[in-house]
């Protein structure tokens, strides 16, 4: 019989010393019923709590960890890395390296700039995009997360929409009230929006595959109706694949749809697991980034030489040859086949999956948008998220976010969590 005595006892001493025991709202398990598990260490698609017990861990690091945890190739870069010191604070070989790697690979990138998360790359997008249009609104979508920065917290996704935060207390109503938040997917509410504040909006800010309401993809013609409207209005189009970059395909979702945005967030993934975002595009938008320009933005570790080995690293191993073809594989293999074990329960779940994220909703779908999203029945998730976990599987702990599927999940591994959830299914349908 497993044993989380070792897990309890180092959370309750994490809720006496941070709040809710975490750094990250997501990571408190608030909306699943049970205390996190501590986790010790990381290998290959697998993670192990203090306990000793190990799961088949589908988070990733909530996206990061697309090679899975501990891969020699970015253990091996950050030692090195580290063994040359630390941090300089002056311009080193890998920043330059990693930065033209992003410009290559991100068909939107003529320049880019490193910084230490994917809230700081969006929070400095936002200020470009007002900075370099002078104008004052931003348009998101409902239950997309772009980060904690002020402007972003209004019908945010993510630990926002997990929690049922209706905004946040501290963002001054004069900053919330300049975010237009609208259904995603809904191309008639933007042109209205646009109609009710002509020559007003900075940017459209898109997930351009949502990952923070789940999985939702862009619906036929929804991407390319945002270009269209921002390039009429005036408007930068930007792009937020903190999560797609080099996710859904090398270069990002920009790649996968055709559409090029005027600004792209990243971050996840390009960092191998260590802090590092980016953001980015057109010269001559980010050529009005200080010191270049006027438009302010700086940091102390933005850059950082370890983090850098790590996202180099991380970049360097997914461009073997079949990595992005695997990738899809894998991820095409598990949502069809958890979709059919649901089907062969009688249970009614909606599958959906772009690449290798994908959310199993605990509801008929179709998923197009947060309404039909917040239609789930989250008693029927929590169910199914504890009864995984005692099956070994590490979901994410909310209805609202991806499973990641990594290089390192091997078919045994995606036929034995297919096994599990039926199992479940067929134990709790009645439920
Ligand atoms: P960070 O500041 O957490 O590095 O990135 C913010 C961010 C920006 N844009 C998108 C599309 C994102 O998904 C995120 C962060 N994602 C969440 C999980 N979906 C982070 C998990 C957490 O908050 O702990």
Known sequence: MPTF??????????????????NSPVRAWGAVGLSPRVIARGEGPRVYDVDGNSYLDYVGSWGPLILGHAHPRVVAAVQEAAARGTSFGAPTPGEAELARMLVEAVPSLEMVRL???GTEACMSALRLARGATGRPRVIKFDGCYHGHADSFLVAAGSGVLTQAIPGSPGVPAEIAGLTLSLPYNDLEAVE?????????VAAIFVEPVAGNMGVVPPAPGF?????RFCDNEGCLLVFDEVITGFRVAWGGAQSLYGIKPDLTCLGKIMGGGLPVGAYGGRRDLMGQMAPSGPVYQAGTLSGNPVAVAAGLATLEALQEPGIYE???????????????????????VSVNRVGSMLTVFCTEGPISCLKEAKGSDLSRFQTFFQEMLAAGLYLAPSQFEAWFVSTAHQQGDLEYTVAAAERVWARTSGR
Request: proline share 3%; no cysteine.
């Open 326 to 348: 695997s990738l899809e594989e894998k991820g095409a293999w598990l949502a069809r086949e958890l979709a059919a074990a649901a089907a062969r329960q009688g249970v009614l």
């Open 192 to 200: 209205k929006a646009l109609k009710q504040y002509p020559g007003e």
């Open 115 to 117: 910084v230490n998360s």
């Open 223 to 227: 991407l390319e109706g945002l270009r």
């Open 5 to 22: 005595a070792n897990s309890e006892g180092v959370f309750k001493t994490a809720l006496q010393l941070m709040p809710g025991g975490v």
